[in-house]
């Protein structure tokens, strides 16, 4: 996507990183999606502790592209030991940074998978390649989703008598949330691309405030109309006839289609059932999980620190970035970071296979 007429990747690799400057010595590339959307930032990794705080802090967030970073944190670990007891390590570091987005484990497991086999002298060369083709097929995945995305949108809006289309969105599942288009929001980008009426209704998604700072950054980069809602106006919008379908991402989808997704979802799920206005997962295939049928009681939800709760960061009217308290100094705050969607709730799935029922996933992917 690009950000003022230049194209960027939210994750990249770079030669000659590093005080050496030596051209077999790589490091990464991100956006610090923290600093967004008062500051854009690109921020250069080194180290296998540097990549798992970036994803542990969230400077890059979204299952995807947690499963890029944790491809490239492999190869981060490679270069500094390529012995298979080195690269264990490293895994299971890679793997205790984010429990739920399974793109992660499966991005670990795959670079283990290749790397395991090699010679050791082979390994470090080979895991920048892995990873660098990681990056690629997720951006070819997200692309097909929005392909087909838009043909869901076309036929729906064909059926409206308004000539705007609103669709509502939770958290960010756009192209910051991957390597490249996003998954929510590539649907949403074709249409707009395509030259049709499109309105986005974005949720602030608190505690973090994904929707309101790096959702609505995106959209406005891309000319994309949208507005700016509270959490809980979602429902009345809906029951007012003006939500006309809603898009959300994933960070886990169970085989028989329980959608785990940012902590909201649910709610959201729950006003578009009530509403009888279609609610959609977009989903790349290393998001489902098949090993696991029951998201209530399968999933790991991540419990995140209160303080992303009890405080808030904004722009100053002087142009600083501040975080305040928004609670009583006292008060005890929890913070699950996702909630788990019902596949009984849920109208479709969008892969890049196509669409089908949340139940259905597996006439899809027959292998």
Request: glycine content about 8%; proline content about 4%; aromatic content about 6%.
């Amino acid at each position: 996507m690009k950000i003022d007429e230049k194209y960027y990747r939210t994750i990249k690799a770079f030669p000659g990183a590093g005080s050496s400057k030596n051209a077999s010595f790589w490091g990464v590339e991100i956006i610090d999606q923290t600093k967004l959307p008062h500051r854009f930032e690109l921020f250069q990794l080194n180290k296998l502790v540097e990549m798992i705080t970036a994803i542990k802090t969230m400077q890059v967030r979204g299952a995807p592209l947690i499963g890029a970073a944790a491809a490239y944190g492999m190869a981060l670990a490679v270069q500094e030991n390529a012995d298979d007891g080195h690269l264990a390590k490293a895994a299971q570091l890679l793997l205790d940074s984010r429990p739920t987005a399974v793109n992660l484990r499966w991005a670990v497991n795959r670079m283990l998978n290749k790397l395991s086999s090699l010679p050791i002298e082979s390994r470090c060369k080979a895991a920048w390649q892995e990873a660098a083709l990681i990056c690629d097929e997720d951006v070819t995945l997200n692309h097909q989703i929005g392909q087909h995305g838009l043909g869901l949108i076309q036929t729906a809006a064909s059926q409206k008598q308004t000539p705007t289309f609103n669709i509502l969105t939770h958290c960010n599942a756009g192209w910051l949330a991957t390597v490249d288009w996003g998954t929510a929001l590539a649907p949403i980008y074709a249409a707009h691309d395509a030259g049709m009426n499109i309105h986005v209704w974005v949720d602030e998604t608190r505690p973090r405030n994904q929707g309101a700072s790096l959702t609505a950054w995106e959209l406005d980069k891309h000319g994309v109309p949208h507005t700016v809602i509270s959490d809980n106006a979602g429902g009345h919008l809906m029951q007012h006839g003006q939500v006309d379908m809603v898009i959300v991402g994933a960070d886990r989808v169970t085989s028989t289609g329980d959608v785990c997704n940012k902590i909201g979802t649910y709610l959201k799920a729950l006003a578009a059932f009530d509403n009888q206005v279609p609610f959609y997962a977009a989903v790349p295939s290393p998001t489902i999980d098949w090993k696991i049928q029951d998201g209530l009681s399968d999933i790991e939800i991540e419990m995140r620190d209160g303080d992303e709760v009890s405080y808030i960061s904004g722009l100053t009217a002087q142009g600083e970035i501040e975080t305040i308290r928004v609670t009583p100094e006292h008060s005890i705050a929890i913070n699950p970071a996702f909630d788990v969607t019902p596949s009984k709730l849920v109208t479709g799935i969008i892969t890049e296979r196509g669409v089908c029922a949340a139940n259905a996933l597996k006439s899809l992917f027959k292998d």
